[in-house]
């Protein structure tokens, strides 16, 4: 979305493909999907591969015995033929990229951990430049602000983006035996009553629990700032949820989206933090 923006796939379907994207997890890949509608994508898809086909084997609803076998051998046909044309072929180099966090109210204001907050007077054209203005005026920074000096108040580990089991393992193992920074109010919401239970069972919950975070029921929560989780006017929120648009979290809340490890740094250290420092 940074490097493209955030209209980039209106009316079209996007699949996402590439060396960095088959080295994902299927919990990376299903991140990845849910965030290509914040590309205004009408849907989105990795071509199923053995990252697939072991995640779903042995799985409640999955085929079993002979029909799991007729299962995977057609899953196998759904990729794009070979030679198939695209309307439009992106290509992403990330080597080298640093965790990233948005600074402004689109998921497409966003930046590298070790870099700072943009000059609109650097925008690549007048429309940018008023829009990046209004997203740091609503936002409260400065142009030329480090990242890593922005202090938070609040952190949101949760949402259908990314609260499954392995969010949550990688948030834990950056909060380990620490605890919450004073005066940053920090909470975890598992993304289903299964993930609950199963992160519960690793002893996930008791490091977040030890560490001072909420651990709370499945549901949206903070993603869209329901009635009882919302920030304050004028809050941060470190969250890993998919949007960062004005009010989202509450009236006058300050959204940067970032990874669940980036939220739980962010949460020990009480500002936007490299997770890699911790770790």
């Known amino acids: 979305l940074g ?33 290509g509608v914040e590309a205004g994508g009408r849907a989105s898809m990795v071509a199923p591969d053995e990252t697939t086909f072991s995640w779903l084997k042995g799985r409640t609803f999955a085929p079993q015995g002979e029909l799991w076998d007729e299962a995977t ?3 196998r046909t759904l990729g794009s033929d070979p030679g198939a044309v695209f309307d439009r072929d992106l290509l992403l180099d990330v080597t080298g990229l640093s965790p990233q966090v948005t600074w402004g109210t689109s998921p497409d204001e966003v930046a590298g951990i070790d870099a700072c907050v943009p000059n609109p007077d650097d925008a690549p054209n007048a429309a940018k ?3 990046w203005r209004h997203s740091l005026d609503y936002m409260g920074l400065k142009a030329g602000t480090a990242l890593r000096d922005v202090a938070i108040q609040r952190v949101f580990i949760g949402s259908c ?11 834990a193992a950056v909060v380990g035996k620490r605890r919450v920074a004073d005066g940053v ?5 598992p993304g289903s009553g299964l993930v609950r239970a199963q992160a519960e ?7 977040f629990i030890n560490a001072g975070f909420e651990w709370r029921l499945p549901g949206c929560s903070m993603c869209f700032g329901g009635p009882y989780d919302r920030v304050a006017p004028g809050d941060r929120c470190a969250s890993t949820s998919n949007r960062n648009f004005e009010n989202r979290q509450g009236n006058g809340a300050r959204t940067h989206l970032l ?11 009480g500002r936007l933090t490299d997770f890699r420092e911790l770790v």
Do not use: K
Not at 14 to 27: H, I, T
Not at 201 to 207: F, Y
């Open 161 to 171: 983006t990314n609260s499954r089991i392995e969010d949550l393992r990688a948030a």
């Open 73 to 75: 051998a057609y899953w």
């Open 201 to 207: 069972r690793e002893g996930l919950a008791d490091i």
């Open 185 to 189: 109010h920090a909470m975890v919401v």
């Open 129 to 131: 430049a008023a829009g």
């Open 3 to 35: 490097r493209f923006g955030a209209d980039v796939g209106i009316g079209s379907a996007v699949e996402f493909a590439g060396q960095a994207v088959r080295s994902l997890s299927m919990e990376g890949r299903l991140t990845l999907c849910n965030m």
């Open 259 to 269: 990874s669940p490890a980036m939220a739980a740094a962010a949460a020990i250290t």
